[in-house]
């Protein structure tokens, strides 16, 4: 199936720190280096097309009218816990960024995800708000994240992650076609217990070492 949805990032860059990460050899320290290093690459991409709009300014040899981005600082929401590792990156690349949480778990009965904590910044509305996971596997605490955000007021939004599943590809097209997802690698599927196979593990617990 097409997923129109979905931007793939090919860069040989994003591409080699990936396989990396996907290595069960690879040490919780490299990892979470490997992960904020890609995540800057990952937000380069889908901060593209933000717009900008020249200022005045002065350089040390004359004044000039320059490129500066435009509009309302924008937001990133992490969905806890693994978010946290891809918002470092990104935070380092947009400083003024604000930053809202979503946290859920896993009813284990109904297989829905539940919210445990949720925190969003003011005036959402007339803002890009990037909400970053780096697993996209079923889908469905994706969609229900984005779901408060939307309940918070956003209206701009993009989903980032670092590896996707179909599956959750497709719960995201359905139930957030306006939101489109930006991931380093489409994998191939899940496998009974939820895991994006190949994958690279439970990204949580490769952060930070808790297996
Ligand atoms: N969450 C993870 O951390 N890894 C997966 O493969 C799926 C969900």
């Known amino acids: 199936m097409a997923h129109e949805n979905l931007t793939i990032v090919e860069h040989p860059l994003v591409q080699h720190k990936l396989t990396l990460m996907r290595k069960k050899s690879t040490a919780t320290g490299e990892f979470r280096q490997l992960l904020r290093e890609i995540s800057m690459l990952l937000g380069y991409e889908i901060t593209r097309n933000l717009s900008v709009s020249n200022r005045p300014i002065e350089t040390p040899l004359m004044e000039m009218d320059a490129p500066m981005l435009a509009g309302k600082k924008l937001v990133l929401?992490?969905?806890l816990r693994a978010g946290n590792g891809?918002?470092?990156g990104l935070l380092e690349l947009i400083p003024s960024a604000r930053v809202g949480f979503v946290g859920l778990y896993r009813d284990e009965e109904k297989l829905r995800p539940v919210e445990y904590y949720l925190k969003m910044p003011?005036?959402?509305d007339d803002r890009l708000v990037i909400a970053v996971d780096p697993m996209l596997a079923t889908g469905y605490s994706a969609a229900a994240a984005v779901d408060r955000v939307k309940r918070a007021g956003a209206t701009n939004i993009r989903f980032l992650c670092l590896?996707?599943?179909p599956e959750g590809v497709d719960v995201m097209a359905k139930h957030h076609p306006?939101?489109?997802v930006v991931?380093?690698?489409l994998d191939e599927r899940l496998n009974e217990i939820g895991y994006i196979m190949p994958g690279l593990g439970d990204a949580g617990d490769r952060m930070y070492g808790t297996k």
Request: aromatic share 0%; no cysteine; proline share 6%.
């Open 77 to 79: 929401v992490s969905i």
């Open 163 to 165: 590896v996707a599943a």
């Open 122 to 124: 003011r005036g959402l």
């Open 178 to 180: 306006d939101v489109p």
């Open 183 to 185: 991931t380093a690698a």
């Open 86 to 88: 891809l918002l470092e």
